[in-house]
């Protein structure tokens, strides 16, 4: 057994680039899909002091960031991202901005390594900016296993005319993320992530450790990644006693309420929030004044998480978040993918649009209870893919997208009754008659629009009940326990994944991932016709998509009763274009209907139907 798994694995039947070989001939990945024995992954230490005005949307900030490399390399430079200049006159975007949004971008104002001041202005010989992206060439150049320290202060305009996943709502409601001078995911494939922020494909982080402080004036609340640490020094008593209260209740405490909104929340005139996170790949926070804020705990296993929302008193269904969430955390944790959640808080903001970052995500008001629990698991989902296991969104957004589409499914209709991905396959149905799809593989920093959205989004997600319909419940969740167990925390890619599940299963699955990922291809299943051969019934079916699908069939009869027949993926392996499938009845068939729910199809939503015995 052990001998076929590292043949299967050893021989994989897909294109790989010529960076992703390199990396299995250093043995920092292996063909079995389990980092190689050579794998590393270098460590940063941030702690950061930042002070927000809510009147001028101006942040100010000083960082400083332990960096190690645990690399083989030499390091002569540092890249940062600096998200801010997304805005900044000159800046590639992937969308139009209004005039009055355009600004100078971030202000660097100080910046040194290891105590030596480097030179800031446009014409500095050390520091180089070309759109999000800031390189620090070293004085001296930073070996393996050693260890430098960056500090800098720096600034910027929070955008408000055009928020994108960030920005000032207005003066008493801010979403910040994409906001401190990030340092750039060194790895073992690409070296420094160079790939620059122009507003759609999302991130690339490294695990890192946060000890924050923000500033604001009185009575504004903040939430933030991590955990709050003073709340004692900031919050006024009445308000203390009930966070403490829902830091140990399982039931929802509303701990800022209508009638506390004109009333000190706060006891100073500024308030120092103090947040620590650990082993996070990112840190975002928001900000409110007159939010109402409701919190829990759900105790896990090893683990007690605080879930909170804070909201606008305007809102019809935000006060069901927390409990939503409270659902979704448990289900995550003990169904799909039935790991612990990762984190001790999760906080959901009421901001605008719906994005995630790691412990607490930005989300608008839903129109409806519905959209609302589909929004808040969705983000939820994230938790895992990208945060925990260390994706490369702007490469491989299908690894989180398609994720958090497909693993949340079940609970969303438990929570909302309603079929949750009926939106999604219906949208696919529209884009690709204007023949907006492309293989999810396609690196995700080249799509836009409903190019990024299709592959990232929809067909990945199809791939996944796919895959879970040729492998089975049991065998997909150990093979995806497997994958995060191994890759948690580290930066796997999609063919650390495929051969994670080539290894599971036993056998070498590229007829099921080169379709799905790698080529042009739709889903579309056709009926061809029905054959009673005196008392044989079967139907012919025919793959005009190219994907390797399940075939649903639902039977019924004359007698009014009916039968349903499910086959899997696999019947396509061996490259047949039509398939018979016995229905294995005697009764007299009225009709044969194709497809269900969970299937995508160019046609979803139209019913395919063969009359037959009548």
Do not use: C
């Not at 070498?508 to 005196?534: I, M, Q, R, T």
Request: proline share 5%; charged share 25%; hydrophobic share 35%.
């Amino acid at each position: 057994m052990l001998l076929s798994v590292i043949l299967i694995s050893q021989t994989p039947d897909l294109y790989i680039p010529q960076p992703i070989k390199r990396a299995y001939q250093k043995e920092t990945r292996s063909y079995n899909g389990v980092p190689g024995k050579n794998y590393w992954i270098n460590e940063i230490n941030y702690k950061i002091n930042a002070s927000v005005d809510p009147i001028t949307k101006i942040l100010d900030g000083q960082l400083s960031a332990r960096y190690v490399n645990n690399s083989p390399d030499t390091l002569k430079e540092i890249v940062m991202h600096l998200y801010p200049d997304l805005f900044k006159e000159g800046t590639v975007r992937d969308w139009q901005i209004p005039k009055e949004a355009v600004n100078d971008g971030v202000l660097i104002k100080k910046l040194s390594v290891d105590l030596k001041e480097y030179d800031v202005s446009d014409t500095s010989r050390s520091i180089s900016r070309s759109t999000t992206n800031m390189k620090i060439k070293l004085e001296n150049p930073l070996n393996p296993k050693d260890e430098l320290l960056i500090t800098t202060e720096w600034s910027f305009i929070i955008p408000e005319i055009r928020p994108v996943r960030t920005g000032a709502y207005s003066d008493t409601s801010m979403f910040i993320a994409y906001w401190y001078p990030k340092i750039a995911v060194y790895d073992d494939i690409h070296g420094w992530d160079e790939i620059t922020y122009a507003g759609t494909a999302e991130m690339y982080s490294s695990t890192a450790s946060f000890d924050v402080e923000i500033t604001t004036p009185q009575n504004f609340v903040v939430w933030a990644t991590g955990i709050l640490e003073n709340p004692d020094e900031i919050l006024s008593d009445k308000i203390l006693e009930r966070y403490n209260q829902a830091q140990e209740s399982e039931s929802i405490v509303n701990i800022l309420t209508q009638e506390d909104i004109h009333s000190d929340v706060t006891k100073s005139e500024f308030s120092a929030w103090k947040f620590k996170a650990e082993k996070a790949p990112d840190f975002a926070f928001a900000l409110g004044k007159n939010y109402l804020w409701d919190g829990a705990i759900v105790k896990l296993k090893d683990r007690t998480v605080f879930v909170d929302a804070g909201y606008l008193k305007e809102s019809v269904n935000f006060k069901e978040v927390v409990r939503i969430s409270v659902e979704a955390i448990k289900f995550h944790s003990f169904e799909m993918p039935g790991v612990i959640f990762p984190y001790p808080t999760f906080t959901v903001f009421n901001g605008r649009g719906g994005m995630e970052f790691p412990m607490i995500v930005n989300d608008g008001e839903a129109r409806t209870y519905e959209s609302t629990v589909g929004l808040t698991t969705h983000e939820l989902a994230h938790t895992y893919f990208p945060f925990y296991m260390g994706i490369n969104e702007k490469r491989y957004a299908f690894m989180d997208e398609g994720w958090a589409v497909f693993s949340p499914t079940r609970i969303q209709r438990r929570l909302g009754e309603y079929n949750p991905i009926e939106g999604r396959f219906k949208v696919q149905e529209r884009q690709l008659e204007n023949i907006l799809e492309v293989p999810p593989m396609t690196p995700s920093f080249l799509l836009k629009g409903s190019h990024y959205r299709v592959a990232s989004y929809t067909r990945s997600a199809g791939a996944l009940f796919a895959l879970e319909e040729l492998l089975g419940e049991e065998l997909f969740l150990k093979a995806l326990q497997t994958f995060i167990a191994e890759w948690k925390e580290k930066h796997p890619t999609p063919y650390d994944f495929f051969f994670t599940f080539d290894r599971a299963a036993n056998e070498n699955l590229s007829w099921f991932w080169k379709p799905w990922f790698f080529e042009f291809h739709s889903a579309e299943l056709n009926f061809v016709n029905y054959v009673n051969d005196n008392g044989r019934k079967y139907v012919s079916v025919r793959n005009d998509g190219g994907l390797p699908l399940p075939i649903k069939l639902k039977i019924y009869f004359t007698d009014n009763t009916e039968k349903s027949i499910s086959v899997s993926p696999r019947i396509w392996q061996s490259g047949e274009k039509v398939v018979d499938i016995e229905l294995n009845t005697d009764k007299e068939i009225l009709e044969i209907e194709l497809g269900n729910e969970l299937v995508p199809d160019v046609n979803y939503g139209k019913r395919k139907t063969l009359k037959s015995d009548k």
